[in-house]
Structure formats: C-alpha cells, structure tokens
C-alpha cells in the first residue's frame, strides 16, 4: 500500500505530522494513520491556550474500529484549533494533510527537535 | 493454534482488504471502507463472505425430535424449505449459540448454522444428546466443506435471481431453494443479518470462487460493514451481546422471546425459562441512542444518577442515522423506551437514552 508522505513537514513515530507555517507549527496526524483507523467519527481537542510538554496526549480521534490518542510532536501552547474537523471528522480521512489539519501550537523551544522524523526517515518507518 | 483462511482467502488478498481475526478465521474487516460498504447495501447491494459461519446437518428418522430438544423455536413447524431462527440452550436457560435452523427443501433432515468457532461444539453436543435420549438421529459438521455468502440489499434480490439457474425470486422470507450459480450446486435462502432483503447461500467450499465471482459487480463488504448493519437492525452478536461465560443471558433477557416455543413438551432449558417467563427478568436488552459525542462500546459502564445499572455488549457510529447506538442490558426498572441514561464512555459521563433496538425503525421514523 502507497502513503502519501509529503516532503513539506515533519512527522513523528506516532504518525502525527508538524508543517511549520508562519512562527506556529500545524499538526494533524498522517495518511497511514487514517488508514488504520478508518472511518473517523469523533475528534477530541483541546482549547486554544491549553498547554501541553511534548509527547503529551492532546486529544482523541476515534473511528468505527478503534479510539486513539493524538500527540503532540513538540511542547507548547495551542494557539488554534480547527473546529471544521469537529464537525466534519471524515476530513481527516479525506485530505489528512490539508483540511484534516487538527490543531496550531506554539512551539515553547522552537521546533528543531532531533526526535522528530524527517520525511525520509518516516517512510522508512511505514514500510 | 492458527487461523483458518476461508475458501475466498485469496480472492479478499488480492482485492486488498483489511483482515482480522474473527472467531478462528481470518476475514475481511473492509474492503473500501466500513461506512461505504455499510451504505452499498442499504441503497442499492453488497456481497459478503461468510463462510466463517457454521454448517451441521442433522439427519435420520428423530432428526425432528432431536432439532426440536435442542433449540428453542417450534422446528415442527417447519415445511420443507422452510427456516427458523433459534436459540440453543444450557440446562440453566442460558443461550449458548443463537442459530438459523433450515429444514431441506428436498430431502429428509435439517442444515442449521452456528456462529464462526462454535462448529464443533454443537456437532458433538447434537450426537451427544441423541446418544444419550437414544434417538436414532446424526449429525454432521459441515462446516470445511462448505462455504457460504451473503448478497443483501433492496438490489440484492435481482441480483441473485439473475444469477441463479431458477426461480428464487419469489421465495419468501425464511424460505430457501436448490439452484446451481454458474454449475455450483447451491442452497439459497432469503434471510440475512442485515435488516435488507436478501439471500444467503451456502455450496460446497470448492465452489466458492465460482459463487464470488458471478457477482463480481456488487461491492464487498466485510466484517465492519457486517457490525454497523447488523446493529442498526437491532441483531444480536453470538460471543459479545451474550456469552455462556462472560455474558450469560437466557432468551428473555436478550429480547429472544419470540423465538421461544413453551408449548414444546421438552427442550433443553426449558425449565429455567419457564420459571423465568413467571417472575421476569431481573435485567433486560436495551438499544441506546447516546446523545452527545462517543462511542458507547462492549463493556462500558450504564449510569442512572450516578449508579451503575447495567453495561454496554455492543456499540458503534451508526452510518445511517449519524449517530452513535449501543445494546446494553440494564436492571428490568429502567429498561422503558426514554428512560434516561448516561454512558461512562473512558472517564466521561454522556447522556444516552432507552430506545426500542430495532434502530431501523425506531430512528428511521424520527427523521
């Protein structure tokens, strides 16, 4: 099976995904995650100024089959949250790297983190 | 001790579709996905493989007799060519297997189909006991040698009837027929687990392919599918929405009743239900529809004000309706339609509310 792993951003182990835009940093969770849970129905976040230290549970993303918790790929404080995905939960399954974008944070020490996966390294994981 | 692969193994890898395993056997989840194959055979046909399912054979001149003592419904009544669903019973009333008992259209004795693992267990219980009441009757387990599919839907009828080499289109429901698909000898039956019309049909397992493929045009649906439609139907699951061990429930407690026949002279937990039918059922099967956001799954905590009165068998999104439904038995006191209820769904209290579980109907005429 072929993922989309595209080149523009970040990804951890946990398949969430980090796109730096304009100071804050957009995470959302990738292609072969929402192809393991299939059918997302519900998507727990969290408020905007909540923060969390990297690794942290942020939220919940649960599908027909199974219920997850979503990471956050580095600390900091949320700065928005996309309340389209709430509602619309299956665009997480349909464009997971574009509408299905879940939360904006700010990251507290940048976001160079060694941990994080670089493309490369993170279709080397899914293979 | 590994997993079977059905007969159609090969022909669900190369479609590539999800596996898991599901009673023993390794089966499709989905093939597309849950919610798409879920609404293929609500609106127009889907295709399922089900040979995970189990065939016995009973057979001799006290096949009735030993059919009618072990499950519950009056298997008497049955015409040739007729079906009946049924429970199978332990002395103490509690349901061990739920079943689809057919009476051959054409020749003397019974087909009936436990659920997927339970195969062996109700053939040696059926020869066991007509050792033991000395009923010249025998049974054999089917199940390695036969497969079985479902096509179910408002298209599904047309589709069968066009691929069959006879009539089966005014067959009723509950009825079932001889016919070959393409050469392969089949029995079709209109009965199903997914509150469509439709057939299931059962062949000899070296058929399977052949049988697949003459409906290579409707879209398969796996076991995800198979949940989410049979749940919206209000259909109980044999091992999660009752359990010999882990869940026992007689047919009373499991809504099962109308396929109890008491005027029976003798039948295997009988007395148990007799002497429940009189008192009544301390906790009962109830459909939920939650009411805030989550999935009400297997095992989760039903809550009154703030008491523990009950827990969720089974649960899901319900692709129909849009919103989350769950079968769980609470205490008989707050078993009434609208009673309101709250779901402990991982820490977190929703509300959710007692709705008759035939969730087709019920929901359908909210809308």
Known sequence: ?127 | MSLQKPPLYQEHAAADADFTDFGGWEMPVSFESITSEHRAVRESAGIFDVSHMGEVSVSGPDATELMNRLTTNAVESLGPDDAQYACILREDGSILDDTVVYRYPDEEGYLFVPNAGNDAEMASRWSEFARRWDLDASARNLTDERGMIAVQGPDAVERVAEGADHPVEDLSRFSAARTTIDDVPCLVARTGYTGEDGFEIIFPSEGAETVWRAFDDVQPCGLGARDTLRLEAGLLLSGQDFHPEEEPRTPYEAGLGFVVDLSKDRFVGRAELEAQKEAGADEQLVGIRVEGSGIARHGYPILVDGTEVGHVTSGTMSPTFDVPIALGYVDAEYAGDETDLQIDIRGRTVEATVVNHRFLETLGNNT
């Open chain 1, 1 to 127: 099976m072929e993922y989309d792993v595209p080149d523009d951003r970040y990804y951890t182990e946990s398949h969430e995904w980090l796109e730096e835009r304009n100071g804050s940093a957009r995470i959302g969770i990738a292609d072969f995650a929402q192809d393991e849970l299939g059918d997302i129905v519900f998507v727990d976040l969290p408020a905007v100024g909540e923060t969390f230290a990297k690794g942290d549970a942020f939220g919940v993303i649960e599908s027909i089959k199974a219920v997850s918790d979503i990471y956050v790929p580095v600390g900091g404080e949320i700065v928005d949250r996309h309340e389209t995905v709430v509602d619309e939960p299956e665009l997480v399954n349909d464009d997971p790297f574009g509408e299905g974008w879940l939360v904006e944070i700010e990251a507290t020490d940048g976001i160079e983190d060694p941990d994080l996966l670089s493309p490369e390294e993170y279709r080397n994981q899914i293979e």
